[in-house]
């Protein structure tokens, strides 16, 4: 049907009447629509309506050439000779007096300035020479636009993202974003989240701009809408940099311990440590932050940032004994906030020793006995106000602590063997787990439970050199396979294989694959059954 009639809308297009001309122009937005080959039938005929005088028309014809334009990006290149007309008509709208007709509360005929100023948009963008034509009349635009109305504020509005999308000069840039700046001062929630809406996609754009209305931005904040309140944040998280992440974190952190909603903090903890993380001036700032986070951010706090936090702890070790005194005085303020005591715990266990060492460097002097700590670590393992996984880490802390405090030693056996018959699997299966390492392996406590060492990257491994378990070549000589065969056997003691009684080790078999599968059968505790008799008629020979 629109192959059809395209003929018909293309002769009203150029009749007398402007009413008619207006509704053909309607008429071709919808047929190109269906049928886009017909979009080269109405290029001449639109570039005749942009000097119409009716603005009926003239709206009607700059909303053809967007569609057209929309839908074949080749439109453009030809619509580029028509930026002068449509300038003029810009610019005659802005200067024209008062006209009853086409005034809207002062604004004359905003709902044409506003289509002719996405269409600039969009001849201006990627195009130096297009835009430097529009730069003066936009600067027109958007000074002497009235914003003590609505509608010159959707006026601005409009200005400012064209301004953002041509390659505008910098200046007019600057212009578009203290506009947006106004904005944030209004009083109409809409035009607030608008302007910060606004700003969060233009921010990569000229982020100095964006700066000097930090102080605005902090303040919506304490807006009650919860939509202002997250893009405020997320635009803060943009605006952190070296200079400012002092001021900025401190307003976040505020905003977390003071007015944060629920659903707002589990993104705002973990952005917090990792741009604390990414621009951090001293490690004890960072490491300070980390704590209010921690302590404001109670459950809400993912288990990503637990791993990040203990990561980086690991990676400061100047800062060792101040981290673990900061945490231990925090934990025993509040135990409540479990992501607070997995952190706390993780260091005590690993750096106890620096805790009841005597003060440190840096910070106020700290005085701690074993007993108390074992006694902090008591109360939390054993008591219901923690979680399982909190419990897992304050286990595990106990265990490592068993061979820092050597006159606590016996005591946190006994707390650990309280568990040995706890209905929670997992705590009992570690509980049994260091019994056995505390009843048959007390010699290598020490070793086992040193401090974990920190993550290095990851090497890159050759090709040629990577080599699977499978293609290994048998071991050629038999003492060394022996010495292998013996490191096995303490492996499965440890955990729980056969302990005294264990056979004698037996020669190498003629196949590596067979030798494997039987070790694996043998950590899961499967009979793999009668092993075949070897044919090897030497086995000890130097």
């Given at each position: 049907?629109?192959?059809?009639?395209?003929?018909?809308?293309e002769k009203l297009l150029k009749s007398s009447n402007a009413f008619l001309r207006k509704k053909a122009a309607l008429c071709a937005v919808r047929i190109i629509k269906k049928v886009p080959d017909l979009i080269e039938v109405f290029i001449p005929l639109t570039k005749a309506l942009i000097n119409e005088r009716n603005h009926g028309v003239l709206l009607t014809s700059v909303i053809l050439i967007r569609e057209m334009c929309d839908i074949n990006p080749d439109c453009i290149i030809h619509f580029k000779k028509c930026i002068f007309n449509l300038l003029r008509v810009l610019k005659n709208l802005i200067m024209a007096g008062y006209s009853p007709e086409h005034d809207v509360a002062g604004c004359s005929d905003p709902f044409?300035?506003?289509?002719?100023?996405?269409?600039?948009?969009?001849l201006g963008k990627s195009d130096a020479d297009a835009s430097e034509q529009m730069n003066d009349i936009l600067a027109q635009v958007a000074t002497n636009t009235e914003t003590s109305k609505n509608v010159g504020n959707a006026i601005l509005y409009q200005t400012v993202l064209t301004i953002m999308d041509?390659?505008?000069?910098?200046?007019?840039?600057?212009?578009?974003?203290?506009?947006?700046?106004?904005?944030?001062?209004?009083s109409d929630k809409n035009i607030r989240y608008v302007a910060l809406n606004t700003l969060l996609r233009t921010v990569h754009i000229d982020k100095a701009a964006v700066q000097r209305?930090?102080?605005?931005?902090?303040?919506?904040?304490?807006d009650v809408d919860i939509t202002i309140k997250k893009r405020a944040m997320e635009l803060l998280f943009a605006l952190v940099n070296e200079t400012n992440v002092r001021s900025v974190i401190g307003e976040l952190v505020n905003f977390l311990s003071t007015s944060a909603l629920p659903e707002l903090k589990a993104?705002?903890?973990?952005?917090?440590?990792?741009?604390?993380?990414?621009?951090?001036?001293?490690?004890?700032?960072y490491m300070d932050t980390v704590l209010k986070v921690l302590i404001h951010g109670g459950h809400y706090v993912r288990d990503d940032v637990v791993n990040s936090v203990t990561q980086s702890i690991s990676e400061s070790p100047e800062m060792y004994a101040f981290i673990v005194q900061k945490l231990f005085l925090a934990l025993q303020d509040d135990i409540a906030q479990q992501p607070l005591v997995q952190v706390a715990t993780w260091a005590i266990g690993e750096y106890g020793e620096l805790l009841v060492a005597g003060p440190c460097d840096i910070g106020e002097p700290v005085e701690v006995s074993e007993e108390e700590v074992v006694d902090t670590l008591e109360h939390i393992v054993t008591g219901s106000v923690c979680s399982k996984v909190s419990k897992y880490y304050t286990l595990n802390a106990l265990m490592k602590l068993s061979t820092r405090f050597k006159t606590e030693a016996d005591r946190i056996q006994k707390i650990i063997g309280y568990f040995t018959i706890n209905t929670n699997v997992e705590l009992q299966q570690r509980s049994v787990e260091y019994r056995t390492i505390f009843k048959q392996y007390d010699s290598m406590r020490t070793a086992l439970l040193e401090r974990m060492p920190v993550n290095a990257a990851p090497e890159k491994q050759q090709p040629e050199k990577t080599e699977t378990l499978l293609d290994s070549p048998p071991v050629a000589q038999p003492i060394v396979q022996e010495k292998e065969e013996t490191q096995q056997d303490s492996l499965l003691n440890l955990i729980g294989g056969l302990v005294g009684d264990a056979p004698a080790p037996q020669p190498p078999a003629p196949s590596s694959t067979?030798?494997?599968?039987?070790?694996?059968?043998?950590?899961l505790g499967l009979d793999s059954g009668p092993e075949p008799t070897p044919t090897i008629t030497s086995t000890h020979c130097l």
């Open positions: 049907m629109g192959r059809d009639l395209a003929p018909e809308v044409l300035q506003v289509q002719l100023l996405r269409l600039l948009a969009l041509i390659d505008a000069e910098s200046g007019l840039r600057v212009l578009a974003i203290n506009i947006l700046g106004r904005f944030l001062l209004n209305h930090r102080n605005t931005i902090i303040e919506c904040l304490s993104q705002l903890t973990s952005t917090i440590i990792l741009l604390s993380d990414k621009f951090a001036p001293t490690k004890r700032w067979a030798a494997n599968n039987d070790l694996l059968m043998d950590l």
